[in-house]
């Protein structure tokens, strides 16, 4: 799994404007956020891009970011959030992998929290990463004492049943488990 060193490593935008879509051209260019160290540095580039006009009304024909940046509003076709590199950079403090904060927000929906709160959420209820549902419980009765270390060879455990009943205190998203 990719430990991003900055959740912003993935986010681009193709960056015109509405003048020019207007008038049939849809020139503009791909802009990488990471490559600039806060808002004001990524909005004179996107001013010194158009510099032909005026007062540019900046278009985002396209963009590429992960789904909470676009759940929570930071962007859209005609909009991009000035809080986008604070947010970034809380998510960058936190210890957490980006992936985790997404299946996180996979699991629970649109999350509309500030980000402080999300972040304490996450990482109050993560569980870890396991490749099934078998796996996530058998290791979890495990570690707590439930499982005896040295079942007799007679004893079977239908881990399937276990982990379909614990399962109902526990949501899951491309392999990151969180508790309810």
Same mark, same amino acid.
């Given at each position: 799994?990719?430990?991003?060193?900055?959740?912003?490593?993935?986010?681009?935008?193709?960056?015109?404007?509405?003048?020019?879509?207007?008038?049939?051209?849809?020139?503009?260019?791909?802009?990488?956020?990471?490559?600039?160290?806060?808002?004001?540095?990524?909005?004179?580039?996107?001013?010194?891009?158009?510099?032909?006009?005026?007062?540019?009304?900046?278009?985002?024909?396209?963009f590429e970011?992960?789904?909470?940046?676009?759940?929570?509003?930071?962007?859209?076709?005609?909009?991009?959030? =000035?809080?986008?590199?604070?947010?970034?950079? +809380?998510?960058?403090? @936190?210890?957490? #992998?980006?992936?985790?904060?997404?299946? !996180? /927000?996979?699991?629970?929906?649109?999350?509309?929290?500030?980000?402080?709160?999300?972040?304490?959420?996450?990482?109050?209820?993560?569980?870890?990463?396991?490749?099934?549902? =078998?796996?996530?419980?058998?290791?979890m009765l +495990?570690?707590?004492? @439930?499982?005896? #270390?040295?079942?007799?060879?007679?004893? !079977? /455990?239908?881990?399937?049943?276990?982990?379909?009943?614990?399962?109902?205190?526990?949501?899951?998203?491309?392999?990151?488990?969180?508790?309810?």
């Open positions: 799994m990719a430990n991003l060193q900055n959740c912003l490593d993935n986010c681009s935008l193709y960056v015109g404007t509405y003048k020019k879509y207007n008038e049939g051209s849809i020139f503009g260019e791909w802009l990488n956020l990471s490559d600039y160290s806060d808002y004001n540095e990524l909005y004179d580039a996107m001013k010194e891009l158009h510099n032909d006009e005026e007062d540019p009304e900046f278009m985002f024909q396209d970011f992960p789904k909470f940046f676009i759940n929570q509003g930071l962007i859209s076709e005609c909009h991009i959030s =000035e809080k986008i590199y604070e947010i970034a950079e +809380e998510i960058n403090n @936190s210890g957490l #992998e980006f992936e985790i904060i997404e299946a !996180y /927000i996979d699991c629970r929906g649109n999350y509309n929290k500030d980000i402080q709160g999300l972040l304490y959420e996450v990482s109050e209820s993560y569980s870890g990463e396991y490749n099934s549902d =078998e796996d996530f419980v058998q290791e +495990e570690q707590d004492g @439930s499982i005896p #270390e040295n079942l007799p060879s007679y004893v !079977y /455990i239908d881990w399937e049943a276990t982990a379909r009943h614990l399962m109902y205190d526990y949501s899951t998203s491309n392999g990151f488990y969180f508790r309810n």
